[in-house]
T-cell receptor, first 111, second 114 residues
Framework: EDQVTQSPEALRLQEGESSSLNCSYT??????LFWYRQDPGKGPEFLFT???AGEEKEKERLKATLTKKESFLHITAPKPEDSATYLC????????????FGTGTRLKVLA | NAGVMQNPRHLVRRRGQEARLRCSPM?????VYWYRQLPEEGLKFMVY????????ESGMPKERFSAEFPKEGPSILRIQQVVRGDSAAYFC????????????FGPGTRLTVL
């Protein structure tokens, strides 16, 4: 069964303290892996699409990487405004258009 | 360019009533997705629609739930004979289809079933 597991569930960082969030996935064939950010009470906001192992994408303080089994979202020198829940999702090549989401990592960055 | 709009933002229904959730995609977007989110759980895919067509409904419960995206007007997620377990946040997202995964989410409808 296709599934996505994110760790840690929650993470507290001091402002400027870099860290990484993990997304492990099991899928029959990967069409794409996606990262989103969700603020409380709002819908998710798209960040990145990664298609194949070795690929990297960057946006401001965020950098996403992909291997054959997992993806990392690296946060460099985070600021309090980076506090949010970060969601990882995959879509398989098995003929479905379903997006399978993990339960997210709740990030809190302290000033 | 207005974002994805959903209404109502909050909906309260008694058991057995019908809930009708509306989603207006971003201008120019012809792809719509519906998701359900329960507290402490991830987003669960329900259905993917294009104008006048249901493309993938593999995440929809077999009974009581239906979705449509007519040629004109918003996409509708309809839940008949609601039960307490239907209480959740329902999000829709729209896409142009040009970039895989690039979905623009609405603010959600929070359904409470009494």
């Amino acid at each position: 069964e296709d599934q996505v597991t994110q760790s840690p569930e929650a993470l507290r960082l001091q402002e400027g303290e870099s860290s990484s969030l993990n997304c492990s996935y099991t899928v029959s064939g990967l069409r794409g892996l996606f990262w989103y950010r969700q603020d409380p009470g709002k819908g998710p906001e798209f960040l990145f699409t990664l298609y194949s192992a070795g690929e990297e994408k960057e946006k401001e303080r965020l950098k996403a990487t992909l291997t054959k089994k997992e993806s990392f979202l690296h946060i460099t020198a985070p600021k309090p405004e980076d506090s949010a829940t970060y969601l990882c999702a995959v879509q398989a090549t098995s003929g479905t258009y379903k997006y399978i989401f993990g339960t997210g990592t709740r990030l809190k960055v302290l000033a | 360019n207005a974002g994805v709009m959903q209404n109502p933002r909050h909906l309260v229904r008694r058991r057995g009533q019908e809930a009708r959730l509306r989603c207006s995609p971003m201008k120019g977007h012809s792809h719509v997705y519906w998701y359900r989110q329960l507290p402490e759980e991830g987003l669960k895919f329900m259905v993917y629609l294009q104008k006048e067509n249901i493309i993938d409904e593999s995440g929809m419960p077999k009974e009581r739930f239906s979705a449509e995206f007519p040629k004109e007007g918003p996409s509708i997620l309809r839940i008949q004979q609601v039960v307490r377990g239907d209480s959740a946040a329902y999000f829709c997202a729209s896409s142009s289809g040009r970039v895989l995964g690039e979905q623009f989410f609405g603010p959600g409808t929070r359904l409470t079933v009494l």
